[in-house]
């Protein structure tokens, strides 16, 4: 198994903590955002990994280093360096797939035996496991890609998509539940969905999400562990006060 973690935005709504500091690397409870992840990640076995950088990118490069103190091969996909900053969310993506399809059989590619964990790097999710069951559950299915679904915190009370029996659909108000920003993908989610999109542009993910949907390729599972999105200096002090 792989991961790729989304460690490039810039992080407004945070200034000015990340005026000097990427927003990955703010602490909670004493350890980065960041490192929560790695650490699961570890745990669960996964050992190489993809961070995706941009804003402030050497301070996450020089503070994670190779990855081997945290029992992992760490490997960074650099758009600052390379682009002059950050791709969003699919252009990061796209980006990072070939780092995250090295060792991989080229018959793998397809995505029929190949996945990875999606993480958002600034979201505090300090007890979900990565279960290896959980990917073999995915790998099982047809889905292109599955993600995650907390309950709607108060900054984003609508949601964004309503699970129907394992599979996410647009939905209603009150009946959608928001991505956490961890998930599973196949690689094939963004050689099919992402087809026209040329490495190194920027693009968000939200379209490719509902062309997944569309296809009825798109799977949800409720997230049963506590869940922050960390999207201001006030969430940040609430998460260090609980």
């Not at 309950?151 to 996410?168: I, K, S, T, V, Y």
Request: glycine share 12%.
């Amino acid at each position: 198994m792989k991961a790729i973690l989304l460690a490039a935005g810039r992080g407004e709504r945070m200034r000015p903590l990340t005026d000097t500091c990427p927003k990955p690397l703010l602490k909670v409870r004493g350890k980065p955002l960041i490192e929560w992840h790695l650490d699961a990640l570890a745990r669960a076995g996964v050992r190489d990994v993809v961070i995706n950088t941009a804003w402030l990118e050497a301070q996450i490069v020089a503070a994670l280093g190779d990855g081997a103190r945290f029992g992992l091969h760490i490997a960074y996909s650099m758009e600052g360096r390379d682009h002059g900053g950050a791709l969003e969310t699919a252009g990061g993506l796209k980006k990072a797939l070939p780092l995250l399809m090295q060792g991989e059989r080229e018959d793998s590619a397809a995505g029929d035996d190949a996945c990875f964990w999606y993480v958002a790097a600034d979201v505090f999710a300090p007890g979900f496991a990565f279960d290896r069951r959980d990917v073999e559950a995915f790998l099982h299915s047809s889905e292109l890609a599955r993600l995650w679904m907390a309950p709607n915190p108060p900054q984003h009370p609508f949601g964004d998509f309503a699970l129907d029996r394992g599979l996410l659909v647009p939905g209603l108000d009150g009946e959608r539940l928001t991505w956490s920003g961890i998930g599973l993908f196949r690689p094939a989610f963004v050689s099919e969905l992402m087809a026209g999109l040329a490495s190194g542009s920027a693009a968000r993910l939200r379209p490719c999400l509902d062309s997944a949907i569309a296809q009825g390729r798109l799977g949800g599972v409720p997230l049963a562990t506590p869940w922050a999105d960390v999207g201001t200096p006030e969430r940040l002090a609430a998460l260090q006060a609980a």
